[in-house]
């Protein structure tokens, strides 16, 4: 596509369900990202993807938290056992191999009532 | 332990007036830094680059300015726009993980008409 797309826009869930976001990266993107926005915070990084490289999924802030990315193009953030403090907009990016810059998505807005 | 860090959470400016936007890093491994900006609602969108072998880029009305030795880098507007209000992130990467950048927390800009 034109565009990093995510799907959904918004997710409200109860506390202790949980929930799939997913992105779908620029066509031809090597590198995928997600990261997350909390109120009042910076991004923060969840997990990278390169090519067929094992991920680094040294941001990911607890085992609750897992992706995937299949194929090398479309990728799904799962969080399992949501809480509170798990309700940010997540957002995902992509680039291409050499490249020196993301591209966004619009992110998801996850709410854990 | 934030490596990129923007001090100034807003910044209020008249429309036509410069504004400035500051952003300080630690690692000294960084070289390479962007800024975003971002709308409500919207992804965060790549505004201006700068490697660490320049210490000025300029593109329009948006300049940015590496200082290496004191590790800062500042994005200047001139003039500034109503248009212009957004967040703004400064991000960075360099050494090690040379393909995941470090984002700032963000300065929300208001250019008053």
């Known amino acids: 596509g034109a565009g990093v797309s995510q799907s959904p826009s918004n997710k409200v869930t109860e506390k202790g369900k949980d929930v799939e976001l997913r992105c779908d990266p620029i066509?031809?993107?090597?590198?995928l990202y997600w990261y997350r926005q909390s109120l009042g915070q910076g991004l923060e990084f969840l997990i990278y993807f390169q090519g067929n490289s094992a991920p680094d999924k040294s941001g990911l802030p607890s085992d609750r938290f897992s992706a995937e990315r299949t194929g090398g193009s479309v990728s799904t953030l799962t969080i399992q056992r949501t809480q509170q403090e798990d309700s940010a907009v997540y957002l995902c990016?992509?680039?291409?191999?050499?490249?020196?810059?993301?591209?966004f998505g619009s992110g998801t807005r996850l709410t854990v009532v | 332990d934030q490596q990129v860090k923007q001090n100034s959470p807003s910044l209020s400016v008249q429309e036509g007036r410069i504004s400035i936007l500051n952003c300080d890093y630690t690692?000294?491994?960084?070289?390479?830094f962007l800024w975003y900006k971002k709308y409500p609602a919207e992804g965060p969108t790549f505004l201006i680059s700068?490697?660490?072998?320049?210490d000025k880029n300029e593109d329009g009305r948006f300049t940015v300015f590496l200082n290496k030795s004191a590790k800062h880098l500042s994005l200047h507007i001139v003039p500034s726009q109503p248009g212009d209000s957004a967040v703004y992130f400064c991000?960075?990467?360099?050494?090690?993980?040379?393909?995941?950048?470090?984002f700032g927390s963000g300065t929300k800009l208001n250019v008053k008409p």
């Open positions: 690692n000294s491994m960084f070289d390479y």
């Open positions: 066509s031809g993107h090597t590198a």
């Open positions: 990016a992509s680039s291409p191999l050499s490249g020196n810059g993301y591209t």
């Open positions: 700068i490697s660490s072998i320049k």
């Open positions: 991000a960075a990467k360099g050494g090690r993980d040379f393909n995941k950048f470090y």
